[in-house]
């Protein structure tokens, strides 16, 4: 095993899933991290865009909002958000959406509002943000996130934004007509969604990662692809790359 | 009317009144720091607060007791975690009961938009398969007439102030936006009336492009030279956010007593002056 | 995909089918006259023309026999009169029967920003007390489900092709507009295909606002380098409108059979390297 | 009578219509000209809007077409059409529209779109442009038009564009709040709406015009108001700039 951690392999992972064609929006932490990685590495003419307005930046390090001057400074274009949500996103021109979430169930609906009652909450999320619209108008989704019970349950306590909703056709449902989360990124394994029911399964598992590291990990029942790929481990460039982006980004974050 | 030139105690008594709806934007850049502590200092009450992404500012202004009501679509310190003030208020009523009305960032960029537009309603692609239309009331649908399709309805946002902060105005108070210009135009066009705080005042704006992001002077109400007045927001060409401080911040806004200490120190103790002399004292910092 | 560079020629060809809808646009300013011409010279049949001011291009269009349809707003040569040819075609179906769907400017306007915004229609505050709702079944009128104000709604433009003139691209295919920049983003924004014809190719947009109006190119399918392009339209920072030549327009078109031999002479025999030599010409013209 | 034609009288009453702090969407042709020379004498504040998306131009020669180059250099800004049909005009932002028709009737409806029937007309005219939504949108509107029978009809072929409908309250029973033309300008007099029931009276005759002229030249049952003003002769200034205006217009246009 070479010298990486989890959330690097988990980070790689994600950023190998883009391609150099992509136009991809992206959210602030590790899917930032992963697009510039990708833009570092095998996909140099990926376009990056934040909810900010940037379009097609290339930041030199992470920035730590999706709205620092990084991004304006690097970028082909920026536009007023409000163009951005309509003609942008709305507009179907992005072909991949990155997300995140706090709670995650098998069909890939997220929870990024509140944990318990809505109107009585145990924690208050931040909220949805450009989620609810980056699920329904991007391509496909790529969601990353670390594996745990209390973020992989069962049942969500509020769906931010759709995945598959209850699975089978149910996205189309609401008139949704792009693809919805093809992909799972995890620190453990990548998942991809049924053909047809679209529960997620496990496909592919991280190096050194057991079936019951995954189980223990997860909320709902597991299931596994047929033929299970293992997951190729981080190159020594990738990881030379992802670490001095994170250096720059701590010193340049660290040095205000 | 014209925009007046004003110093930012008279534009906030001016145009802010108890139980106002303001509108504050600024997308991480060019964030009216400075105008929402002089809210903060002139004590106002009663506000709902509209803001896509209600951050540090909204923080201090929940926390110091100003809002009523907030209108956001999301909510936290971006890349640190998470608001404690707006959670106090939402989770324990502290300092007083928070109403909020949740949107998505499209929902509410498109309101801005009908807002400014002069519509009664932004019509957009949204929400679809999402359940904050059941805790939502004014998130309706509605067809389109041609195709059937089933679009998502919000109520344009018009406020009865929009606060911003710009780069310059010139002399006769036209604005000039440069940057991540977010939703500010929009807000402004949206509202009643207007106040615009700006880095700079300069003679006039000959060399700027054609296309420019401007609001001219007759589309403003006040115009207020204060130098700063986004820290630790950033302006575009004159010094870049503080990460740090909004790192800080958290601690800060973690404890009701420290926050109420900071609140009393930098804010009601202070003036627009002061962000002038932060940000120097930032620059020093960092050329240190 | 993202855009290539290619021939005039090569552009129409690939891009533009017998019975295509298409939007060629550029509101006084940046408009693809070359591109027009290109289309007559491969005698295109049964197009659909969405333009908001068919002048003198569409007018050429139409009396070359290229269109089925014409989908717009206000067609005349301003300033000057009546546009003849298009005049010739809905009131004697010359050459051939013209179809028109008549809109106002705000709804076109309107119907362009629903197609960049992936909308089905556009919802407008439009066409209260006009006549146009009773001859065009394409305007409906819907209510706003929270005021319940009526709000008109025209369905959203969604060309095959949109052609478009603009002053620079970069060598990746970046395309910048400066100026009267008119609703030539959102057309190519809402269309399937574009074309874009460009005064100059440059290294790169180095020195360009952060705010410029541009398109980036992966939004963008074919990018031609016509200089002169949009003659006698103008090109600021290139040359200006050759105001004389719309006015003696209205006498070659007035005409069917000096247009045909104008046709003839100057689009049929010509190609896109005589706007360059023509652009030349008149400003030895204007330098004498 | 001091040395004037019919046009220059219509043009200077039209632009002194015009105040310093008025916000206006300029039509082309006699608009143009009446609201350049308001702004080259007694306004020069006053804000001019062409639908174009110039905002606050200055042209020095009158443009021919409402996109001239010049209209964009002289401009506080340029923005979309887009923009400029839904945030200035739709938004309310504009104070005064200026407005000319092929057809008029006595309540200031106008036709720019055909004579005869609209499916088989005698004379295809050029249709609305922005006329429909420039009379409901600005806060009042100015008619500017030559007299005659022909153009001033008792009823017009196809209603363009709003103006009082069929009179009284009819204008506000299309949801319409804005004012509606308020003025009518002609080379003859000046008409204003009847205060409840909304047709227009002459309110104001130019110097050397007869009421028999006035109603040999208008097609409808002409009503004059109790007290008829004389309207001012043109001052010398007036007709000095607005004759410069015209004269550095045919230059530059004939020049090229």
Redesign the interface.
């Given at each position: 095993m070479t010298d990486y951690n989890s959330t690097e392999m988990m980070t790689v992972t994600a950023a190998r899933a883009l391609k150099n064609e992509d136009v991809c929006f992206v959210g602030i932490g590790m899917p930032s991290a992963a697009c510039n990685l990708a833009r570092l590495t095998h996909a140099p003419d990926i376009t990056l865009i934040y909810e900010s307005g940037t379009i097609g930046t290339k930041p030199d390090v992470l920035p730590l909002s999706i709205g620092d001057g990084e991004l304006c400074e690097t970028a082909v274009n920026t536009v007023p958000v409000t163009e951005m949500f309509r003609y942008w996103l709305q507009g179907g021109k992005i072909s991949v959406g990155f997300l995140g979430a706090a709670q995650l169930d098998k069909f890939g609906n997220i929870n990024t509002t509140v944990i318990g009652d809505y109107d009585n909450p145990k924690v208050r999320l931040p909220g949805g943000g450009g989620a609810p619209e980056i699920a329904t108008s991007c391509g496909e989704i790529f969601l990353v996130m670390k594996q745990s019970k209390r973020g992989f349950v069962e049942k969500i306590d509020f769906v931010t934004s759709l995945g598959y909703g209850k699975g089978g056709d149910d996205r189309a449902s609401y008139g949704v007509t792009t693809k919805g989360p093809s992909r799972l990124i995890t620190d453990l394994c990548i998942m991809e969604p049924h053909p047809t029911d679209k529960h997620f399964i496990v496909t592919s598992i991280h190096p050194g990662v057991s079936r019951d590291d995954i189980i223990a990990a997860t909320g709902w029942q597991v299931e596994f692809a047929e033929e299970v790929a293992e997951t190729p481990v981080p190159s020594a460039h990738e990881l030379q790359v992802l670490r001095e982006l994170h250096a720059r980004t701590n010193a340049a974050h660290e040095g205000q | 009317?014209?925009a007046q030139f004003m110093s930012l105690k008279d534009a906030i008594a001016t145009c802010v009144q108890n139980g106002d709806t303001i509108a504050m934007e600024g997308?991480?850049?060019l964030i009216p720091h400075a105008a929402g502590h002089e809210i903060i200092r002139q004590q106002k009450r009663d506000l709902t607060l509209i803001r896509?992404?209600p951050d540090m500012i909204y923080d201090q202004l929940i926390g110091a007791g100003c809002a009523r009501k907030l209108v956001?679509?999301?909510?936290?310190n971006?890349?640190?975690g998470?608001l404690h003030r707006?959670?106090d208020a939402?989770?324990n009523g502290w300092p007083c009961a928070l109403e909020i009305e949740?949107?998505?960032?499209?929902a509410m960029?498109?309101a801005?938009?009908a807002g400014?537009?002069?519509?009664?309603?932004a019509?957009?692609?949204?929400?679809?398969?999402?359940?904050?239309p059941r805790?939502n009331p004014?998130i309706?649908?509605?067809e389109?007439?041609?195709?059937g399709?089933?679009?998502a309805?919000v109520?344009a946002i018009r406020p009865d102030v929009a606060v911003v902060h710009a780069q310059k105005a010139n002399r006769k108070g036209?604005i000039l936006?440069?940057?991540?210009?977010?939703?500010q135009?929009?807000a402004v066009?949206a509202a009643r009336k207007s106040i615009i705080t700006v880095e700079e005042i300069v003679d006039d704006?000959t060399d700027i492009?054609?296309?420019?992001?401007?609001l001219?002077n007759?589309?403003v109400t006040a115009v207020v030279h204060v130098p700063g007045g986004a820290h630790p927001s950033?302006a575009?060409g004159y010094y870049?956010?503080?990460?740090?401080f909004?790192?800080a911040w958290d601690t800060i806004a973690n404890d009701r007593e420290r926050f109420r200490d900071w609140i009393e120190q930098h804010v009601m103790q202070g003036g627009p002056q002061d962000f002038e002399t932060r940000l120097k004292a930032?620059q020093t910092k960092?050329e240190a």
């Open positions: - | 009317m014209v997308f991480t850049h896509m992404t956001f679509s999301w909510g936290g971006p890349g640190v998470s707006l959670r939402i989770e949740e949107h998505s960032h499209a960029a498109n801005y938009d400014a537009a002069g519509l009664p309603c019509v957009f692609k949204g929400y679809r398969g999402a359940e904050l805790v004014n309706k649908f509605i389109c007439p041609f195709t399709e089933r679009l309805a109520p036209d936006f440069e940057g991540i210009v977010g939703v135009k929009e066009l704006f492009p054609f296309n420019a992001v401007m001219p007759w589309a950033y575009q870049k956010r503080d990460n740090a909004y790192k930032q960092a």
